[in-house]
């Protein structure tokens, strides 16, 4: 009974997940533009940026741009990962999968090791609205990829199990919505916080 | 009821717009110098873009799945 009810969901045009992953990034994007709204406010509001208080800290661009690149292409596996399992193509849905994350693993920690350096050279998240609001947005984003990637392992250990098949891949396809979404939002803070 | 309301808002529209005066929309911009001002300018459009995309968006995508699914029904 419970099993053909669930069938039923994912036969709909829009299943239960995927409406209610839809509402999420919906929620998500609005959290950000705040985020984004505030930098603009400050961005905008000096004229000077970075502000003199932190004329001697240049944030780096080159590493986080193969970073970014990085991002983009676990972007791409996902989506061939999605469309792995829709022709039940199980072996290359795994490997796909784990690709991805070890992608996205990457990428957090290239981006922990900045971290680490911008701190030595002073910019924290005290030093001012500068680092307050750097370490906020690129941080939020990091928590989102954090959280993509633990969902992730947890797709990957299903699709281990043999849980997905081309009839049966909601897990997949609405983790594949999210790890698009934290993967599309990340060009846009890179330029806006690391050009602007 | 209805229609006395909207004579009343007539009424009251037309006679401030004879003293016409000059307002602050935002009282957070008011004496604010120039670049603060207009980066609350541009945090203000561009936040009040954002649920219009949101709806949008989830909207656009609810309908295309919909009509994909009415497109494979007939084939």
């Given at each position: 009974m419970i099993h053909s009810e669930l069938e039923l969901s994912e036969n709909r045009p829009l299943s239960n997940a995927k409406l209610g992953i839809l509402i999420l990034l919906g929620a998500e994007t609005m959290l950000f533009a705040g985020l984004i709204g505030t930098f603009l406010v400050f961005r905008m509001g000096n004229?000077?940026?970075?502000p003199l208080s932190h004329a001697n800290i240049q944030l780096p661009r080159v590493v986080t741009g193969i970073n970014t690149v990085l991002l983009i292409i676990s972007g791409y596996t996902m989506f061939l990962a999605q469309r792995a399992v829709q022709n039940d193509r199980v072996k290359d849905l795994r490997d796909y999968l784990i690709f991805t994350g070890a992608l996205g693993l990457l990428f957090l920690i290239i981006q922990g090791s900045e971290w680490i350096q911008l701190i030595q050279k002073g910019?924290?998240?005290?030093?001012?609205v500068y680092g307050g609001i750097f370490y906020v947005l690129i941080g939020c984003h990091a928590v989102h990829v954090l959280g993509a990637v633990i969902w992730l392992i947890i797709v990957i250990g299903k699709a281990m199990a043999g849980k997905y098949s081309s009839i049966s891949y909601t897990g997949v396809e609405t983790c594949t919505i999210y790890w698009i979404y934290v993967v599309a939002l990340w060009p846009v803070l890179y330029f806006l916080v690391y050009f602007a | 009821m209805f229609r006395q309301i909207v004579l009343w808002v007539l009424v009251i529209g037309f006679v401030g717009s004879l003293f016409p005066i000059v307002v602050d929309a935002c009282p957070n911009c008011?004496?604010?110098?120039e670049p603060i001002a207009r980066g609350f300018n541009w945090s203000i459009l561009f936040m009040m873009a954002m649920p219009f995309t949101v709806v949008g968006v989830i909207g656009g995508s609810i309908f295309y799945q919909f009509q994909r699914a009415n497109r494979n029904l007939k084939v």
């Open positions: 004229d000077l940026w970075p910019l924290t998240l005290q030093s001012g | 008011k004496n604010l110098d």
